[in-house]
């Protein structure tokens, strides 16, 4: 019985392993596919703040300065911003693009990659947008405003606090008397 299971268990752990090499080995070909082995190209847009987003497709970028690294085994890559060719080069390009951009293509020899769907912000915009959530006119205290409602909350506080800690204590108290201390009734 227990040589049966284990052939069983064998037999299992190798048909997962034949699965597993063969979905890796079909993904490793498919990347390699589209870029050369050892290629390695990746774009981002900065605003000039140490603030850097990555292009991907469908995503909202701050800021409007592309650049796109890539490595020496790469060759030549053209940068193709809504469909007009903007720039070639090799390991490091560098420019501005416009705020209307929503599609960026990277050509190189014999891939291309295109991200669509982009929405860019400037840089001055997205600080803007984060600022005009302040409350227009906030609440102030001055400071024996402060110091007074600090009195009376520690007043009050410690009014609640002797009161629950006396009926716990009062609920325990009779708890252990009625349970503990018993009478004897004499007739």
């Known amino acids: 019985m227990e040589f049966k299971q284990r052939k069983q268990i064998t037999v299992l752990a190798l048909v997962v392993l034949a699965l597993s090499a063969i979905t890796t ?29 990555l292009v991907m497709h469908n995503s909202t970028l701050v800021g409007t300065d592309l650049v796109v690294r890539a ?39 014999g891939w291309n990659q295109t991200f669509s769907n982009l929405t860019i912000y400037p840089a001055g915009d997205f600080t803007a947008g984060v600022e005009q959530y302040r409350i227009p006119d906030p609440i102030t205290l001055s400071l024996s405003d402060l ?41």
């Open 147 to 187: 110091e007074e409602s600090n009195f009376w909350l520690v007043i009050r506080s410690s009014i609640l606090l002797w009161f629950i800690t006396t009926v716990l204590f009062w609920k325990v108290l009779n708890f252990i008397a009625d349970r503990f201390h018993c009478e004897e009734v004499v007739a």
């Open 71 to 109: 490595t020496p085994s790469c060759g030549v890559i053209e940068v193709v911003v809504n469909n007009r060719p903007r720039i070639g080069g090799e390991v490091w390009i560098e420019l501005s693009i416009p705020l209307e951009t929503n599609t960026i293509e990277l050509n190189g020899e």
């Open 25 to 53: 080995l079909s993904g490793a070909s498919a990347a390699s596919a589209s870029t050369p082995d050892d290629c390695l190209v990746y774009a981002y847009v900065e605003d000039g703040y140490a603030h850097y987003s």
